[in-house]
């Protein structure tokens, strides 16, 4: 946002500096097209915050969608969406 140059700001919203050993497992869908959050700078370095903490992570790039499209029922990869977290969700247990 507008503040995105304030040092402190951008730190106290880093979901990446924000993981710990408690950290809530996750999956992380993103857009390689998304210019609003570039992947590189957000779902990626979460990624690396959680295989660092040692907390169980998965990670799915698509080629286009943008920054929401993989929230969209209407993302033409949302079936295999739901795939992954299907098998991702039963090998949790």
Do not use: C, Q
Not at 19 to 43: E, L
């Amino acid at each position: 946002g507008k503040d995105a140059a304030n040092n402190r700001l951008r730190a106290d919203y880093s979901s990446n500096k924000r993981v710990d050993g408690n950290t809530p497992p996750a999956v992380i869908f993103a857009s390689t097209d998304d210019t609003t959050v570039p992947v590189k700078h957000n779902a990626m370095a979460y990624y690396e915050a959680m295989v660092t903490a040692g907390r169980p992570v998965s990670i799915h790039l698509f080629p286009d969608g943008g920054h929401n499209g993989t929230s969209l029922v209407s993302f033409r990869y949302h079936r295999a969406m739901e795939a992954v977290i299907e098998a991702w969700l039963n090998g949790l247990w």
